[in-house]
């Protein structure tokens, strides 16, 4: 069975640091394009992710809102993709989701995802 087990989630204050992991399973992992999005309270998901890596040649894509904030990076041998986002912003509250895609786009849009995790909250106070 395809999984996709995020971690990493957790509170932290304005400013600070998180990273989150997300664990493949049950599917060619270095054939595909990893990501991330997120849901913020009361909203729904983004149509949009906010970082993908293609594990096929290593490309990433990050959205403009977290350019500079967020590193996206994969380890093959672990099947693990791993987002670094440092000087966290309040409205980056929200569940973060990682996702799977067979393809890789001029954008990372929702519409590419074969397949989704549950989600890790992450929560940051002012």
């Known amino acids: 069975d395809v999984q996709l087990v995020e971690s990493g989630g957790g509170l932290v204050q304005a400013g600070g640091s998180l990273r989150l992991s997300c664990a493949a399973s049950?599917?060619?992992?270095?054939?595909?394009?990893i990501g991330w999005f997120r849901q913020a309270p009361g909203k729904e998901r983004e149509r949009e992710g906010v970082?993908?890596?293609?594990?096929?040649?290593?490309?990433?894509r990050y959205a403009d809102s977290v350019k500079g904030r967020l590193t996206i990076s994969s380890d093959n041998t672990r099947n693990t993709v791993y987002l670094q986002m440092d000087n966290l912003k309040p409205d980056g509250t929200a569940v973060y989701y990682c996702?799977?895609?067979?393809?890789?786009?001029?954008?990372?849009?929702?519409?590419?995802?074969?397949?989704w995790g549950r989600g890790t909250q992450v929560t940051v106070s002012s």
């Open positions: 970082a993908c890596i293609s594990n096929v040649d290593g490309r990433t």
């Open positions: 996702a799977a895609a067979a393809v890789w786009g001029r954008k990372w849009p929702s519409e590419y995802v074969g397949y």
């Open positions: 049950g599917f060619t992992f270095a054939d595909f394009t």
